[in-house]
């Protein structure tokens, strides 16, 4: 896992170099899932990650929000469930986890 300085200085150079990013936080998180609270992960447009929010379907799908939150330039809060029985499940572990994604743009 990269350093605070290496993570934000990767947000600091995109920047710099005019590119929109957005950082995904797990910002709830219950029952059995695969990262907590303060996981992070930079999405840039083409998909591109750095960091982790907790891996297989569930993170496809931050990254595909990410991308539609950098298109429309609008932050959003997602849940993702992973409940066998749920429609959107992400996963079978019996968890909940809240993710909050923060458009950032250049200056």
């Not at 290496?6 to 005019?18: D, I, M, T």
């Not at 891996?55 to 595909?64: A, H, L, S």
């Not at 079978?92 to 950032?104: D, N, P, R, T, W």
Request: charged share 20%; aromatic share 6%.
């Amino acid at each position: 896992m990269a350093t605070d300085r290496e993570f934000f200085g990767r947000v600091a150079q995109s920047l710099a170099r005019g590119e929109p990013l957005v950082l995904a936080t797990v910002v709830k998180a219950s029952g059995s899932v695969p990262r907590g609270v303060g996981s992070r992960m930079l999405v840039w447009r083409d998909g591109t990650i750095a960091g982790t929010v907790g891996g297989g379907t569930m993170e496809e799908r931050v990254i595909q929000e990410s991308q539609g939150a950098l298109a429309d330039g609008r932050s959003r809060q997602c849940e993702y469930l992973f409940a066998s029985d749920a429609e959107n499940s992400v996963g079978l572990c019996g968890g909940q986890a809240e993710v909050f994604l923060h458009v950032i743009t250049p200056p």
